[in-house]
């Protein structure tokens, strides 16, 4: 409505004594002039500029006569005013131009510019005017002069000995009648029936009164705080006078009249403002409403603020501002929401928490159109250690312009069919629909918080689309336009303002003519003549049609009221322009879409249609007359009617019509006459005329029936004309703004699948609902109301306190006002159920389901409910909850809602909620069918302070069962610490985060910190410390390892390591490595040592075959095939393998590849380690060849640094550490100087297509580790086949030398490899050239199997060691029983790759693990 902007700004009257400091301010009837009092001085102000005119300075000795000066009043035409004194004289001023045609203040131009051309009016814009004040006259009541009055041709004055005089302004001695109070009857009402009784006191007077002109009385505030309406029975003032009064209010102060709403608000020492209406029909005066300041908004000053001392109505009647007796400032609109009070927030408090003095105000008045408020403060004791100099520019008296920016719809609230919020101030426009570019594309606006739910082109046609919805909540910040300097110059102040269905055009109207704005092309239109601008005054608002601006105007020179259609797109001119002539001055005007509406000051409404008409290049708009309706029998005076709307709204929902096709026609007109919403229906009750039968232009329109009343104290109406087979109900709805009472929306109601509606139901409905912004705007399809809220920065700190305590900038806070929205959608759901409608309640959220904060909709109803009725005190004899619940159940986010609600509201209430929507477990196994675990894990932490410890364990398992099942690892993580804080008894907090031996982060492969051996040391005497866990998260560890946290449950881990195990059990029972692999490295679960205590049980291979095709399919790795040219082909015996893959990995290269290894070995040492490492082991050297070893240094060259197929694997170390630099043209070049053959080229590209991807690759090789590790041997020969890397068998076989392997294992792989090979046979026979390759192996082992089973009898003991050891290391097993070359090698490179793997995980582990994601790569 009104919006406080900036700082204040302060004029500097003329410095004097303290005695002589301005108390008064008063403007005259057309806020052109203020008069301001001084004890002995009278002082004239222009507005604009905001200068000084002319102070009249009363003598020494007529002042001691007359005594101090005490109000004014200015006569309507503003040529006089007269002064009332403290010694009971009237003096009259008469006001002259001084100089004939000379001003006080006069601009000065270059020379040649635009503005020294002749304008008519030109000079009275822009300068101040010189004026005299003359004392014509002087009149004595001989009584203290409590109140002055202007009454049309005559001056009401009030005196304290109780009587009302009545002077002409003119003659004043013929026309005095003096009208004593004591014979002015009082009553109730003004039913003749009762006789009224007198006021009956001597010393009664009246203390306050003011004129109202709608009413034709004057209310009236009297001495004892008695307030009243005094008004004549006939037509003039004369003896004859009648009173009303209400009974209750006796502590009145002051009064204001609001002449357009029929309002009264009286001030009360209470420091409330009771604000009354008179009744039509009894003449009683009715309590409208009050403007108070709550408890709770302002807790330590809502009692404490003395009497109300003044109250002020805004020129355009659509706010009120208030002050009281020890200062502050509100500001509400008119019917009673508050808009602003400075006693709280930066108004109240400094930056440090200190409390200002409020700003106390003697008086004040409204400028011009309600951009400024012209306030003379009171002063505040100053402190002592202000300089002089300050204090006198302190003492100095001042006067403070307050800046506002308005709402257009105060103005012209034609725009309420709009979906944009415009705000108009003294020389700017505030928009909330954006830049023009993004209107046009939604998408590019980098702020919108909401998706765009219709994403509409500017340029296309069809202009009743309304905007995307990021365009018009985006952000909080306002595009601004700036108005036209050249056409304020002469047209100050802007008086309406309009913007177009798009958001792309705005028309601004000033004191003559208007000018439009297009904010595509950021540029300013105006009149091309000005004496075409001067001649015309707007007086009815402007509204837009399509391309076209139509308003209402009085052409000065030919005296006539015109209606005006311009064309945006052509000149400015007359000459384009469609003028139809009107019979009397329009008020109001309107737009539905091709009818205009328009209200006159005779009361009549005149309908007409608008069609655009093209004769040849010219492009005009055609206006013809349709209906007039007469509105004189309903409408006491025009300027009562505060809109008027054509609407396709009616009390019938087209459902019963007779005609369906014309239920979104203009069916009804909305008048709101003075807050009363009137309603006129077109009256279907005659005979109805077929469509066809007539010819379309001659159609004759429905009569309308007589007025219905809607809804009362009404500011704002919304509706639209847009249809929506989809969300009928919001579409065909009427929005109402009630003041302090909110919102009401009147909606319509659809029986379902279109039956017959009863006749007994309203097909409408009237429900209200609160909300906490002030509407200015409804966005129909989106639910939302669009508002604006004033917003204060403090800027005290920039001011050291005792420089400037009374800078503007500390005593006010900097004053913005910012866009906000509000969802109603809750509000109306819950409306509906409290009245049983509970089938359109759905209909209508069914309908709005599709809204992305839907789901908040439902949160906040059921909420709001829950909060209400949970905390009520008394009773409720029928709640809503069990309703609200039920309504929720139908919707699939029933769960999320319930327990978001709950989760949102304090514990006490849980009982309350759950009471109605259903015990917690129920819903919790509702959502583990549902398969929604996060919903579910909140409902956990619900049963965990509902239930006992043992439900909520019981119901965790479940959820981490299912979780792990799932891969949710997220919630895995969450799961199992909540379980072990179940377990500790600590169940209300997380459990404490474990001491971590160094600070490192948590991560995936914790399992592979401090595991590396130094090669300088023998494997046997490692510290047992270089085996424990680093355990940062909360995470199970195996039994071997570190344990959570000292004082921690053991039986709780156990627990929760006995779920992980049978979990990782049934993952290698459905040969899920890939799986496995995930959930180790995610949970940080202890694979190595479990894999080792399950060697022979769950880790056992049952059947390779099965396995193999299992991991081709989990790991996405192609099954070989022959290559046609295989044989006899060069690669055959793995010559030049190396380069095939080399050329991959250098394709996938990898992040690592400057990563340093740190372990404790120089540099000679770590190179050394790893040429010793290269024969037998080395991968890319085919064992099968003789020439192995003698091949190897041809190698070394291209295997540059940072190969990353060595993470994780213990067979693939490629890694030369002596090549600091590794450059990866060395491949190019190695690749280059071999001479390939087209087969030789075939096969490297059959090499290629039969690996599969290298992520799964290196994953496969991570496997391959851990089984190696843990003694695996069976796993790692299936995955060696996959890989199909003879290496890795004969490294099994190798290790399997040694005296601890199980023969049972053996004797599995030995079946298993026959199997594989029938099963290669018949179904796969790309596998077979790779068995033949491993054939050797194979005999050998076979030879191993028969040897080992003498041995094993004699080894019970060793056996048993093996399966029950706490860390078990297949390096250090081998390393004590067999002194080997080849085993000691091995368990070296072993440790010194994990040892990288280590360092790799560390490195990366905080940025790939914490998100849930995994990847064995670690890339």
Request: hydrophobic share 40%; charged share 20%; net charge negative.
């Amino acid at each position: 409505m009104y919006f406080l902007s900036g700082w204040p700004k302060r004029l500097l009257c003329a410095p004097g004594s303290p005695a002589e400091a301005p108390f008064h301010i008063q403007s005259d009837p057309q806020r052109a002039f203020f008069a301001v009092l001084a004890p002995a001085r009278l002082s004239i102000w222009y507005s604009r500029p905001s200068v000084l005119i002319v102070t009249y300075k009363e003598p020494a000795k007529s002042s001691t006569q007359f005594g101090s000066y005490k109000q004014t009043e200015w006569r309507p035409d503003s040529t006089m005013i007269a002064v009332s004194t403290a010694n009971g004289y009237i003096l009259f001023f008469h006001i002259i131009s001084s100089r004939g045609d000379k001003y006080l203040y006069e601009p000065v131009y270059p020379k040649g510019s635009p503005q020294m051309k002749g304008m008519p009016h030109f000079k009275e814009e822009q300068c101040a005017p010189a004026l005299n004040l003359e004392m014509s006259k002087i009149l004595d009541l001989q009584a203290p002069i409590m109140s002055l009055q202007s009454v049309l041709e005559d001056l009401l004055v009030a005196t304290s000995d109780g009587f009302l005089h009545l002077i002409h302004w003119e003659g004043m001695t013929n026309g005095r009648k003096a009208i004593n109070l004591c014979t002015v009857p009082f009553s109730v009402d003004l039913q003749s029936s009762r006789v009224g009784s007198f006021l009956g006191f001597t010393d009664v007077h009246i203390r306050d009164m003011e004129y109202c002109a709608t009413l034709d009385g004057f209310a009236v505030v009297f001495n004892d705080g008695k307030v009243g309406f005094i008004t004549p029975v006939s037509s003039r003032f004369t003896a004859e006078l009648h009173g009303v009064w209400p009974q209750d209010v006796v502590d009145g102060t002051c009064v204001a009249i609001n002449n357009k709403y029929r309002l009264m608000a009286f001030g009360c020492a209470s420091g409330s403002v009771q604000v009354y209406t008179i009744d039509n029909t009894t003449g009683a005066m009715l309590l409208s409403h009050k403007l108070e300041l709550t408890a709770k908004q302002y807790p330590d000053i809502w009692n404490k603020t003395g009497a109300v001392k003044l109250i002020r109505w805004s020129p355009d009647n659509s706010v009120v501002i208030v002050t009281w007796e020890y200062g502050g400032l509100s500001l509400w609109s008119v019917f009673g929401a508050q808009l602003l009070c400075t006693l709280g927030g930066d108004f109240a408090y400094r930056s440090d928490g200190t409390k200002k003095d409020p700003l106390k105000i003697n008086s004040m008045s409204w400028g011009a159109e309600g951009y400024h408020l012209w306030v003379i403060s009171g002063f505040t004791s100053q402190p002592t250690d202000i300089d002089a100099d300050i204090r006198n520019i302190i003492k100095q008296p001042s006067i403070l312009l307050f800046q506002f920016i308005k709402s257009v719809l105060t103005v012209n609230p034609c725009m309420s069919n709009q979906e944009q919020v415009l705000l108009q101030g003294e020389d700017r426009l505030y928009l909330n629909c954006g830049e023009a570019s993004q209107a046009q594309n939604p998408k590019s606006s980098s702020h919108s918080q909401l998706k765009p739910s219709r994403e509409k082109s500017p340029f296309t046609d069809g202009g009743f689309e309304s905007q995307g919805l990021s365009t018009l909540l985006g952000h909080r910040h306002w595009h601004v336009v700036q108005i036209s300097s050249t056409y304020l110059e002469s047209n100050w102040p802007i008086r309406f303002s309009a913007i177009d269905k798009l958001g792309q055009n705005i028309a601004v109207v000033g004191k003559f003519g208007f000018a439009h704005y297009s904010l595509l092309t950021k540029k300013w239109k105006l009149f091309g003549n000005i004496t075409q601008e001067q001649n015309m005054i707007v007086t009815g608002g402007l509204a837009w049609w399509n391309d076209f601006m139509v308003l209402a105007c009085y052409n000065i020179s030919d005296r006539q009221e015109e209606l005006r259609v311009y064309l945006r797109t052509s000149n400015l001119d007359n000459a384009f322009a469609h003028v139809t002539k009107a019979q009397a001055e329009t008020l109001l005007l309107s737009v539905f879409r091709d009818m205009v509406i328009v209200f006159r000051a005779d009361c009549s409404i005149c309908l007409y249609s608008i069609e655009r008409k093209s004769d040849g290049s010219n492009t005009t708009a055609g206006i013809q007359v349709l209906q007039e309706v007469s509105m004189s029998r309903y409408i006491p005076h025009p300027f009562l009617v505060v809109s008027v709307t054509l609407t396709s709204v009616s009390t019938e929902n087209g459902i019963t019509l007779k005609m369906p096709q014309q239920a979104r026609d203009a069916e009804s007109i909305m008048l709101n006459l003075a807050g009363q919403l009137i309603m006129m229906q077109r009256d279907r009750s005659g005979p109805q005329i077929r469509e066809k039968d007539s010819n379309p232009n001659q159609r004759k329109l429905l009569p309308f029936c007589p007025p219905v009343v809607l809804a009362q104290s009404v500011e704002n109406v919304w509706t639209t004309c847009r249809a929506n087979k989809q969300k009928r109900h919001l579409l065909e709805a009427l929005w109402l703004s009630c003041g302090g009472a909110g919102m009401k929306v009147w909606l319509p109601l659809f029986p379902r699948d279109h039956r017959k509606p009863h006749s007994f139901l309203s097909q409408r409905i009237m429900l209200p609902f609160h909300i906490n912004i002030y509407p200015l705007a409804v966005l129909f399809e989106d639910a939302l109301v669009l508002g604006a809220v004033n917003d204060t920065l403090l800027y005290d700190s920039l001011y050291t306190r005792n420089s400037a305590r009374e800078h503007l900038e500390v005593l006010f806070p900097f004053c913005v006002v910012e866009r906000t929205s509000q969802i109603y959608l809750h509000h109306i759901l819950r409306q509906l159920l409290v009245r049983n409608l509970g089938e359109q309640a759905l209909l209508l959220a069914q309908s709005c389901a599709a809204l992305p904060y839907f789901p908040h909709v439902l949160e906040l109803m059921l909420h709001e409910v829950l909060e209400e009725e949970a905390t009520s005190r008394e009773p409720i004899p029928d709640p809503l909850l069990p309703t609200v619940a039920k309504f929720i159940t139908e919707f699939p986010l029933f769960l999320q809602t319930v327990v978001h609600c709950a989760r949102k509201t304090e514990y006490a209430l849980w009982n309350y909620l759950f009471a109605a929507v259903g015990n917690p477990k129920d819903l919790f196994e509702e959502c583990l069918m549902a398969q929604d675990l996060d919903t579910a894990a909140s409902y956990l932490i619900i049963l965990q302070n509902m239930e006992v410890p043992a439900v909520s364990r019981q119901h965790a398992t479940l959820l981490f069962n299912t979780a792990l099942e799932q891969g949710k690892w997220d919630l895995c993580r969450h799961m199992i610490r909540f379980l072990k804080a179940i377990g500790s008894g600590d169940s209300e907090t997380p459990p404490s985060t474990p001491t971590a031996q160094e600070p490192s982060s948590s991560g995936g492969f914790e399992f592979f910190r401090n595991r590396s051996i130094s090669l300088s040391q023998s494997a046997e005497n490692v510290p047992p410390s270089k085996f424990s866990l680093q355990k940062t998260l909360s995470m199970p560890s195996g039994p071997s390892g570190k344990r959570w946290s000292k004082d921690s449950d053991c039986a709780e881990n156990m627990y929760i390591d006995m779920m992980l195990w049978r979990h990782a059990r049934r993952l290698l029972e459905d040969v899920r490595l890939k799986d496995l692999g995930c959930f180790a490295a995610q949970l940080g679960f202890e694979l190595i040592s479990w894999l080792c205590k399950e060697r022979t049980r769950a880790a056992r291979v049952d059947n390779f075959v099965i396995a193999l095709k299992r991991l081709h399919k989990d790991f996405l790795w192609p099954l070989p095939i022959i290559p046609a040219s295989s044989i006899n082909s060069p690669f055959k015996n793995g010559k030049y393998r190396t380069v095939g893959e080399q050329l991959l990995k250098s394709q996938a290269a990898n992040p690592f590849l400057s990563l340093e290894i740190d372990t404790g070995i120089s540099n000679i040492q770590r190179s050394q380690s790893w040429f010793s490492n290269i024969g037998p082991t080395h991968h890319e050297t085919d064992t099968a060849s003789s020439h192995g070893p003698q091949m190897q240094d041809a190698f070394l060259s291209p295997l540059s640094k940072g190969d990353e197929c060595s993470i994780g694997s213990a067979t693939d170390l490629t890694e030369s550490s002596s090549m600091v630099d590794g450059d990866w043209t060395m491949v190019d070049e190695n690749f280059s100087t071999l001479s390939l053959t087209q087969s030789e080229l075939e096969h490297i590209s059959m090499e290629l297509a039969s690996k599969g991807p290298h992520k799964s690759q290196v994953q496969l090789r991570y496997l391959l580790h851990i089984f190696m590790e843990a003694g695996c041997l069976d796993w790692c020969i299936v995955i060696g086949l996959i890989l199909r890397e003879s290496s890795i068998i004969s490294q099994v076989l190798t290790i399997s030398q040694s005296s601890e392997v199980d023969g049972e294992m053996l004797q599995n792989i030995k079946t298993g490899l026959h199997a594989v090979d029938r099963w290669a046979s018949t179904d796969c026979p790309g596998y077979k050239p790779f068995l033949n390759i491993i054939k050797p192996q194979l005999q050998k082992l076979s030879e191993i199997t028969e040897e080992q089973v003498q041995p094993d009898a004699f080894q019970p003991a060793a056996m048993g060691k093996t399966s029950e050891q706490t860390s078990p290391r297949a390096e250090e097993n081998r390393g004590s029983s067999c002194h080997g070359s080849i085993a000691q090698i091995e368990a070296g490179g072993n440790s010194v790759v994990s040892r990288k793997e280590e360092d790799i995980t560390s490195g990366d582990e905080e940025e790939h693990f914490q998100d849930g994601t995994y990847d064995c790569s670690v890339s």
